[in-house]
């Protein structure tokens, strides 16, 4: 069954720093392009979903949204069936659910997401 | 950046109906760039459609996606209790990657 989960998401300070994880199964990791996506929480049609960043298979190639160039960080682990993302100096409007999806184009599978909570 | 507008915002239907979903875009969506997804509260986003038109293996027959340039529609046709969830648009010809606000289904 093909399976990523996140972990790593939690309460921090603004300004502050987090890592968080993606654990893939059941699917060849290193042929695909993996993303992060996130949805801010209870805002329904408000907010909806926003792409953050992706990389390519091999790692060689990564890109991001404007609003988190130079804050956030996606890489990936090959080895380990991994994917990260590195996010500092976080933001209020950074507080959102994240998940870890299959694709760099569409994204045909999702995890479960992990929240992150940016508080002052 | 590509922007893309769902309408309406809220559709009700009775089960057995069909529902027809809108999602507009800014400016062209280059070679059927787009894609659908179905989330249900407390739930993952879930691929629907890709390539405007694509059903992924699992999907049903039900679900049908059609459009290009700037104008995309979602048909979800023999709506059922379990169709009841918020749909998104989502364009990926360039970057960055964006979704549409959404569409939420009430099934009456």
């Known amino acids: 069954e093909v399976q990523v989960v996140e972990s790593g998401g939690g309460l921090v300070q603004r300004g502050g720093s987090l890592r968080l994880s993606c654990t893939a199964s059941g699917f060849s990791f290193s042929s695909y392009w993996m993303s992060w996506v996130r949805q801010a929480p209870g805002k329904g049609l408000e907010k909806g979903l926003e792409?953050?960043?992706?990389?390519?298979?091999?790692?060689?190639?990564?890109y991001y949204v404007d609003s988190v160039k130079g804050r956030f960080t996606i890489s990936r682990d090959n080895a380990k069936n991994s994917l990260y993302l590195q996010m500092n100096s976080l933001r209020d409007d950074d507080t959102a659910v994240y998940y870890c999806?299959?694709?760099?184009?569409?994204?045909?599978?999702w995890g479960q997401g992990t929240l992150v909570t940016v508080s002052s | 950046e590509i922007v893309l507008t769902q309408s309406p915002g809220t559709l009700s239907l009775s089960p057995g109906e069909k529902a027809t979903l809108s999602c507009r875009a800014s400016q062209s969506v280059s070679s059927s760039s787009l894609a659908w997804y179905q989330q249900k509260p407390g739930q993952a986003p879930r691929l629907l459609i890709y390539g405007a038109s694509r059903r992924p293996t699992g999907i049903p027959d039900r679900f049908t996606g059609s459009g290009s340039g700037t104008d995309f529609t979602l048909t979800i046709s023999r709506l059922e209790p379990e169709d009841s969830a918020v749909y998104y648009c989502?364009?990926?010809?360039?970057?960055?990657?964006?979704f549409g606000q959404g569409t939420k289904l009430e099934i009456k």
């Open positions: 999806a299959i694709g760099g184009s569409w994204f045909f599978n």
């Open positions: 792409w953050v960043a992706s990389i390519k298979a091999d790692g060689t190639e990564k």
């Open positions: 989502q364009q990926y010809g360039t970057s960055p990657r964006s």
